[in-house]
């Protein structure tokens, strides 16, 4: 059964950075691409980066870029979010999903619960 | 990056009812690469319907999706009480994904 767990979300003030993680069991990470998708409170949907399935290759929303850093350590079947520089605006739930299909263009069939990230001085 | 315009905002309706949901594209939509997504309160979204019309896994038949081009439409043909959620589309036929700004799905 696959599952992908997020931690290290929190409250943060503005300019100050966070590591968001996701821990993949039931599947082995290193065969897709990975993304990170948030969620303003009470909001849609926005992705926010993307890392191809051999950390190669990196993806970034323009309202992220030059800020956040995606990763990978698939020895660990981990994901990573480094968020950098954080503003208000980045509140949000933050979730990992995976594309169905391992690449880029797929609709994502599984993802983790979330972890709220609040930047509030 | 395209543009989903989802219709109606919100839909009321009671258990039993059919609902149609719309999805509109501000351009065609690569090899219907359009997928829809159920979310509950404090709950993932769940995929059940890519490529315009193909079920995912476990979702029930009530559930069907249509549409080619710029205009998908999903339909839950009778209302279960769990069905009461917000729906999203999702395009990813173009870079960068994007979604639809949702579709609540309220009782009546």
């Known amino acids: 059964q696959v599952q992908l767990v997020e931690s290290g979300g929190g409250v943060v003030q503005p300019g100050r950075s966070l590591r968001l993680s996701c821990a993949a069991s039931g599947v082995t990470l290193s065969n897709y691409a990975m993304y990170w998708i948030r969620q303003a409170p009470g909001k849609g949907l926005e992705w926010v980066a993307i890392?191809?399935?051999?950390?190669?290759?990196?993806y970034y929303a323009d309202s992220v870029r030059g800020r956040f850093t995606i990763s990978r350590d698939n020895s660990k079947n981990t994901l990573y979010l480094q968020m950098n520089s954080l503003r208000a605006e980045d509140t949000a739930v933050y979730y990992c999903a995976r594309p169905k299909t391992g690449n880029y263009q797929s609709p994502f069939d599984f993802w983790g619960q979330g972890t709220l990230v609040t930047v509030s001085s | 990056e395209i543009v989903l315009t989802q219709s109606p905002g919100t839909l009321s309706l009671s258990p039993g009812e059919r609902a149609t949901l719309s999805c509109r594209a501000s351009?065609?939509?690569?090899?219907?690469?359009l997928a829809w997504y159920q979310q509950k309160p404090g709950q993932a979204p769940r995929l059940l319907v890519y490529g315009a019309s193909s079920r995912a896994t476990g979702i029930p038949d009530r559930f069907s999706g249509s549409g080619s081009g710029t205009d998908f439409t999903l339909i839950i043909s009778r209302l279960e009480p769990e069905d009461f959620a917000v729906y999203y589309c999702?395009?990813?036929?173009?870079?960068?994904?994007?979604f639809g700004q949702g579709t609540k799905l309220e009782i009546k």
């Open positions: 351009e065609s939509v690569s090899s219907n690469y």
């Open positions: 890392i191809s399935y051999d950390g190669l290759n990196k």
């Open positions: 999702q395009q990813y036929g173009s870079s960068p994904v994007t």
